[in-house]
């Protein structure tokens, strides 16, 4: 079985990186339906987002101190592979996972 992190390091590591500058109104409404989103209380979270046929996603922001950000928004970051039905599937089976547990 794969883990979050084993997905999330394949994808970092075979990906595509890709940082954009959003504004907080822009990342709330691209954040609608995230899978498996983590988020702490610091002010990082990073979630997966698979587009059928195209590409599946790692992605992340920090607004922590430390982070990438300021008054209009954030740097979001993230990693692109093309859409692969086997890793879809595993990142679907861990979503299922989290639902059962609650």
């Known amino acids: 079985m794969h883990t979050r992190s084993s997905i999330r390091e394949h994808i970092a590591r075979t990906g595509e ?17 995230p899978l ?3 988020s702490r209380p610091s002010g990082y979270s990073n979630w ?6 195209q ?9 922590s101190d430390g982070g990438i950000w300021n ?3 954030m740097a979001v970051t993230g990693f692109r592979v093309a ?3 086997s890793l879809a599937q595993r990142i679907y089976e861990l979503v299922y996972e989290c639902l059962m547990k609650e």
Do not use: N
């Open 17 to 33: 990186k890709v940082s954009r500058w959003r504004t907080w109104e822009q990342a709330k409404q691209r954040e609608a339906t």
């Open 83 to 85: 859409y692969d039905e």
């Open 36 to 38: 498996l989103r983590e």
């Open 71 to 73: 008054s209009e928004g």
């Open 48 to 53: 997966f987002a698979v587009e059928k046929d």
């Open 55 to 63: 590409a599946i996603w790692w992605i992340y922001y920090d607004t």
